[in-house]
């Protein structure tokens, strides 16, 4: 009823200053509708004067005035200690009101949603799916709340968590009717910052009202950086060629070399690296991306042929400390310091096969 009162008192303090195209009836009824406000006086004058220059007021105190009745039936009072009290091992938990019936909503490691009553009977599960590429266990950064982001009587539950160290979500669930929103950010991450890209960044994809608010959020965070394209398919290339290569550094004997994309960042440092001639092609090394990495180039083409992380500690890491062909002019030697130690690696680039040498 204060709340009420308070909009009450707004309306009347704007009323307009130009009264004299108003009949005196009118502005009469206006007076006694605002300061005995109710729905129905608000409807009887919008009725008897709809294009009174007093009717987008009327008209706006009544959207004012049925928002408040209806976020006081509908907002829950069951606070978040509550909730968790009766949600058992859930990540996060929070009182939900429908209808002017309190539930809980309680958010479990897997992403699934448990409706619970009061005392904590459970009414309903929904899942939601989880949006990553890791496979691990999603971990909850930004805890639940209810929030109506357009305004309306649309309440919607905002949280977000991490697939890992290299994957953040926001999203929007809206309970009634079991709809989730959400946005993703991946890339290269230390736990806390992220340096990468989002899917529903890309331009010309068409998103929703929800995604674009997600979207927003995902901007607007210090800890998501987002790279260029040219950069992008760098990290995806050196990714690649890691994942086909598990064992390069230490047993493979056969390598899988990848071809890079002219537009990545990596060709254009090949570009201007200092390149070793052999036959038919030339060979660079250098540093990119938190990677050294060796590309050959033949005919126009870039090759990525070696990756391996770049090395923090000369005395206790091995790094190359060069790279050198053999007279044939497609053997690719590979000369590596560890400390005061030195030993190589030999790629015959035609076979593409790899020898350890001490």
Same mark, same amino acid.
């Given at each position: ?132 590429? #890791?496979? !691990? ?8 709340? @209810?929030?109506?982001?357009? *305004? +309306? ?128 092609? #030339?060979? !660079? ?8 990495? @060796?590309?050959?180039?033949? *005919? +126009? ?58």
């Amino acid at each position: 009823m204060k709340t009420l009162k308070i909009i009450i008192a707004a309306a009347l303090l704007v009323l307009p200053l130009s009264l004299g195209a108003q009949t005196k009836a009118e502005t009469s009824l206006y007076g006694k509708t605002v300061r005995k406000f109710s729905i129905k006086a608000a409807d009887k004058f919008l009725k008897k004067y709809p294009n009174s220059v007093y009717a987008p007021k009327v008209l706006h105190l009544k959207d004012s005035v049925l928002m408040a009745e209806y976020i006081a039936a509908n907002v829950s009072t069951i606070s978040p200690d509550a909730a968790m009290a009766v949600a058992g091992n859930a990540f996060d938990a929070i009182g939900w009101k429908k209808d002017g019936v309190e539930h809980v909503l309680a958010l479990d490691p897997d992403l699934t949603f448990r409706v619970l009553s009061p005392d904590g009977t459970l009414e309903d599960t929904r899942v939601i799916p989880v949006y990553t590429m #890791s496979s !691990a266990t999603p971990s909850l950064v930004t805890p639940m709340e @209810i929030i109506s982001p357009f *305004g +309306g009587k649309r309440q919607y539950i905002h949280f977000a968590y991490r697939g890992g160290t290299d994957e953040y979500v926001e999203a929007l669930y809206l309970p009634e009717e079991d709809l989730v929103h959400q946005a993703l950010f991946y890339g290269k991450g230390d736990g806390t910052r992220i340096e990468g890209q989002s899917p529903e960044m890309i331009e010309g994809v068409n998103i929703s009202a929800e995604v674009a608010w997600l979207v927003a959020r995902l901007r607007e965070n210090p800890n998501l950086i987002q790279i260029s394209k040219a950069d992008i398919l760098t990290d995806d290339s050196i990714q690649w060629w890691l994942q086909k290569n598990p064992n390069a550094r230490t047993s493979a004997a056969k390598l899988v070399f990848g071809k890079l994309d002219p537009e990545s960042s990596i060709v254009e440092a090949c570009k201007k690296a200092r390149k070793e001639k052999g036959s038919g092609r #030339s060979a !660079a090394i250098f540093d990119i991306r938190g990677y050294t990495v @060796i590309c050959t180039v033949s *005919g +126009g083409e870039y090759t990525l042929v070696w990756c391996e992380p770049v090395c923090t500690n000369r005395n206790t890491q091995p790094y190359i400390r060069s790279i050198y062909f053999d007279n044939d002019g497609t053997t690719l030697n590979l000369f590596y310091y560890k400390g005061k130690t030195t030993f190589k690696k030999k790629i015959s680039l035609p076979s593409r096969t790899i020898r350890h040498l001490k």
